[in-house]
Nanobody, 117 residues
């Protein structure tokens, strides 16, 4: 599965963004998917994950209640709706296949999210 994240940008604190991750390949619906982020000078960290069916979701404590992960298997796309953004959400966001909350796939091109205070 090849992945391409998009939808990032510059937003003020308190604002919202919706990220998309488009996947190629006919087996997308077989995979659990996750979003991760990497801020400058920091290690990449888990943000959210969703099961192959969309029936189960998982979130990092830092985004719980603000971010929502979803997927549309017919469109081979996974989304991350980000509300009430904070400056500490600033990072490059990546999507990949996961086992639980552990990344197991390759990293595609991420999308930059910058939240100004």
């Amino acid at each position: 599965v090849q992945l391409q994240a998009s939808g990032g940008g510059l937003v003020q604190a308190g604002g919202s963004l919706r990220l998309s991750c488009a996947a190629s390949g006919r087996t997308f619906s077989s995979y659990a998917m996750g979003w991760f982020r990497q801020a400058p000078g920091k290690e990449r960290e888990f943000v959210a994950a969703i099961s192959w069916s969309g029936g189960s979701t998982y979130y990092a404590d830092s985004v719980k209640g603000r971010f929502t992960i979803s997927r549309d298997n017919a469109k081979n796309t996974v989304y991350l709706q980000m509300n009430s953004l904070k400056p500490e959400d600033t990072a490059v966001y990546y999507c990949t296949t996961v086992a639980g909350t552990v990344p197991v796939g390759s990293w595609g091109q991420g999308t930059q999210v910058t939240v100004s205070s």
